[in-house]
Structure formats: C-alpha cells, structure tokens
C-alpha cells in the first residue's frame, strides 16, 4: 500500500499500487472529474501528482490527452498511473 495526500480535501488514502490512482481516490468517495470512463481520452481526470522519485513517464496517449488539455508540467491523468510511492495530489475541483 501507498499513501495518497490530499491536502485540499484534509484525507490520506492508502492506496492499492496495483490499481489506477482515479480508482484509488474513487474507492475512497474522493470525487473524480472524468467524461471518458478512464480511458486516458478526455483528460478531465488530470491532477498535479508530486512523489519523491517521481513517476512512470508518460505513455503516448497520456502525452497526447495531456498536451490536448494544456496540462502544466507535473499533471498527470489519474487515470493512467499507478502509485508505487507516497503521493500528494491536487485538482483545481477539489
Ligand atoms: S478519465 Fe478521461 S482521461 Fe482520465
């Protein structure tokens, strides 16, 4: 397990490395904006995700959804990571 922060809504999460982090913060009532179902193509779903050692780079369609939706460096779609470290995440929505 990892520990998710989110600091905006005072919760941490532990969180399933085996599972996306959109299903993480969904299974814990942590709302999650997303049109595509998780499918890494609306882009609603991105967060600013900041660990220790830093992420997974992004795979293509992650690149693609996240230059479509002028995401700031360090966003990433929630629905296309898995966590194998501690996290703090924020949204604009939260
Ligand atoms: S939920 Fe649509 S891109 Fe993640």
Known sequence: MTKVN???LNRVIDADPDKT???NLLQNNIPVASS???DGICG???MM???TT???PPDELEKKTLAKNN???GERLSCQIKLTE???VETTYW
Do not use: S
Request: net charge positive; glycine share 12%.
């Open 71 to 73: 995401a700031e460096t």
């Open 54 to 56: 830093g992420l997974e």
């Open 49 to 51: 995700v900041i660990t």
């Open 36 to 38: 595509c179902g998780g």
């Open 86 to 88: 501690n996290a703090l």
């Open 44 to 46: 609603k779903c991105k």
């Open 21 to 23: 982090l959109m299903k």
């Open 6 to 8: 989110c600091p905006q």
